[in-house]
């Protein structure tokens, strides 16, 4: 005997769970959208505050602006950004608006960055690479390149990387890439003021780099480990205090 | 491209395997007080019973099949063996000979040339008389409280036709052994479920024991496809007769050792589903045929076309993130770092809480058919294997069986199938 109660009885339960799953995976996509917002709010005050404190350069020394004073909220927002443009999809208009939200604010950080390099000289001169991708499937290599450079963001913390989607509709970005003359033709990556276009591994993308950052990048690093064995607290400052100190020797 | 269609159409699959999940549980729950009631109860009368025992080839498991049989708890004057050596070549025949020597009251040996299970079974049929038939292949035992397990059932309802043991996997050693020992656990809990619906599926060759009037209603054993345990069900069905489980009825069947015999094994037995299931699907959608025709048995039909598109899917994802693993390494080398704890990064997709409530469902299946059982198994100890393997090896044989059915291919490989 079939009991047609019970077969409706699963179908609202069934129904239920799919429901309750359904909405908890909303609220946490929201949430998750919620947390990039905010930090870029962050982030946006951060480079207010430099911007602010730039403008008052004329009447505080150089040496008073520390590295602190770019984000270094950047790097981990944009690996957030990604995960949440894979989990609800390069179309969705949230991600389309965080993604314009993040290119802007990387603009105004490397605008800062050069500004200070500009205003202070060598000693702050920020070693940067501008890289453009697409993820439209026009790009065989932009993948490849993804991984090369967040290996060399592993391998040198002071190499401040701004990448930026080829394809969205964002004058600024327009801008920039008529600015480094980068036609369709991808990934395109800037270094220095010069634009390679196709793939470069870590150790060719190396090469183009200038020696500051790797001379930068292992006295800090050596400095780091002897400081956190004799008196950790003082780690942060030591380490500044190091690199800031090399770069200038170095230059 | 291909993996949003994949992901797209996962979704519909994913609320039917769920809405069958709630449906057994609930209806496992339902019955639950019943189901316990039924454990503590004994058969006290005793009917005649003749269990027909094929051989082709079972000088290895033959003696403890039989010496199972001789220690049931059962009136040795009601309990009749029929062993039926099928045309062995080894010396499966002289075995059987020695324990007809031995207990020529109770068991007799017929031989004849090799034909195939369905003819042993039959023959063994056409030479008994008593109230109840049953089956037990030659390298399967019983505990020794089966039979009288079993009787219960058909003593207590007079509408109950025939009634299906729980079977385990003997002494599970090897891999692939640990593998059938939980699946076969699980179907402890699906068999018993599937018995309170009247939809079971199959009256598995080992010792599922029938009325004789279910003989002379709908015939004696066919060929079937070689899944002649299947095709008499369906029949069973098609002519309303009742079949039920007994949980506590032990039977242990040696399962196939290697991955090669379990392949040809579970090919055999995917390929005699969908060949019978197309051949009676007048049963499909049906609803004098009850939760068998309308629920039971269209799912497990478009289960073998969802377990081959789930394996595609998982494949393909599996598959993408090797390639980027690979893509990676080719790039910038291995560099491992330590994984570091961020909410962030969880993934809280529908598909994912979907698929962890359904895991969640299917280990408290398998809970319940442990508990079902009198014989507890290293569940820790086989899990492992189970889980790892067997959502990649189910493919394999549902995929060829259902090219095999397609192109109408001849079934050579059923040689190759040590377990007939």
């Known amino acids: 005997m079939m009991d047609t109660k019970k077969y409706i009885f699963t179908f609202a339960i069934t129904s239920a769970i799919f429901a309750t799953a359904f909405f908890a995976s909303t609220f946490f996509s929201n949430k998750r959208v919620e947390s990039v917002k905010s930090i870029q709010d962050n982030i946006a005050i951060d480079i207010l505050s430099s911007e602010t404190q730039f403008s008052l350069l004329g009447e505080v020394p150089c040496s008073n602006v520390g590295e602190s004073s770019l984000s270094p909220e950047l790097s981990t927002l944009g690996d957030k950004l990604s995960r949440t443009e894979a989990d609800r999809g390069a179309e969705d208009n949230d991600v389309v608006y965080l993604k314009k939200y993040y290119s802007l604010l990387q603009i105004k950080d490397y605008l800062l960055s050069k500004k200070l390099a500009n205003k202070c000289g060598a000693a702050k001169k920020p070693i940067f690479i501008i890289y453009f991708y697409s993820n439209q499937g026009d790009c065989a290599d932009c993948e490849k390149e993804g991984y090369v450079l967040t290996r060399l963001r592993e391998i040198y913390p002071d190499l401040r990387i701004y990448s930026f989607d080829y394809n969205l509709d964002l004058t600024a970005i327009d801008s920039m890439k008529t600015i480094y003359r980068v036609k369709s033709s991808l990934p395109a990556l800037v270094i220095e003021d010069k634009t390679y276009i196709g793939f470069k591994t870590v150790e060719e993308l190396e090469k183009l780099l200038p020696d500051t950052l790797k001379v930068a990048t292992t006295t800090a690093s050596l400095s780091k480990k002897v400081i956190v064995k004799q008196n950790p607290p003082k780690v942060t400052v030591t380490a500044t205090t190091t690199v800031a100190t090399t770069t200038k020797a170095a230059d | ?420």
């Open chain 2, 1 to 420: 491209m291909i993996y949003p269609i994949l992901h797209g159409l996962m979704y519909p699959f994913l609320f039917i395997s769920m809405y069958f999940q709630i449906f057994l549980l609930t209806t496992f729950f339902e019955n639950k007080k019943k189901i316990k009631h039924e454990e503590k109860q004994k058969s006290e009368v005793y009917p005649t019973v003749t269990i027909a025992v094929p051989c082709w080839n079972e000088e290895k498991t033959l003696a403890g099949t039989l010496d199972s049989l001789l220690q049931l708890d059962y009136p040795k004057d009601k309990l009749s063996i029929v062993i039926v050596d099928d045309g062995s070549l080894d010396k499966t025949l002289a075995i059987a000979k020695v324990y007809e020597f031995k207990n020529p009251n109770q068991i007799k040996v017929i031989t004849k040339e090799n034909g195939g299970k369905h003819t042993a079974v039959n023959l063994a049929l056409a030479s008994s008389t008593s109230d109840l038939f049953g089956c037990l292949d030659a390298d399967s035992f019983v505990a020794p409280n089966a039979l009288r397990s079993i009787v219960y059932y058909l003593n207590v309802d007079s509408t109950v036709m025939a009634v299906v043991p729980c079977i385990h996997i003997r002494n599970p050693r090897t891999f692939v052994q640990r593998i059938q020992a939980i699946e076969y656990l699980i179907n402890i809990f699906f068999r018993k479920t599937y018995g309170e619906l009247d939809a079971i599926q199959v009256a598995p060759g080992p010792f599922s024991i029938f009325r004789r009037e279910v003989f002379d209603k709908i015939g004696v054993y066919r060929k079937a496809h070689n899944t002649e345990d299947f095709e008499i069900t369906l029949r069973m069905h098609r002519a309303h007769l009742k079949i039920m489980n007994s949980h506590k009825a032990l039977v242990y069947t040696i399962g196939p050792e290697t991955f090669k015999g379990f392949f040809y094994q579970r090919l055999r037995w995917a390929r005699g589903f969908l060949e019978n299931a197309l051949d009676y699907r007048d049963l499909f959608f049906k609803k004098e045929y009850g939760n068998f025709g309308m629920f039971m048995l269209p799912i497990a039909f478009l289960f073998v076309f969802y377990g081959l598109y789930a394996a595609a899917f998982i494949i393909y994802g599996l598959f993408s993130q090797v390639i980027t693993w690979f893509t990676r390494f080719m790039v910038v080398g291995f560099h491992p770092h330590f994984p570091t704890f961020d909410f962030f990064y969880f993934n809280t997709n529908v598909m994912s809480f979907v698929t962890m409530v359904m895991f969640s469902m299917f280990l408290l299946a398998l809970y319940v058919g442990n508990t079902l059982s009198d014989d507890k198994q290293e569940f820790f100890k086989n899990f492992p294997a189970y889980f790892i393997v067997y959502p990649f090896f189910v493919p394999l044989f549902l995929g060829r069986a259902v090219i095999d059915t397609f192109f109408k291919r001849r079934n050579e490989w059923v040689l190759q199938d040590t377990k007939k």
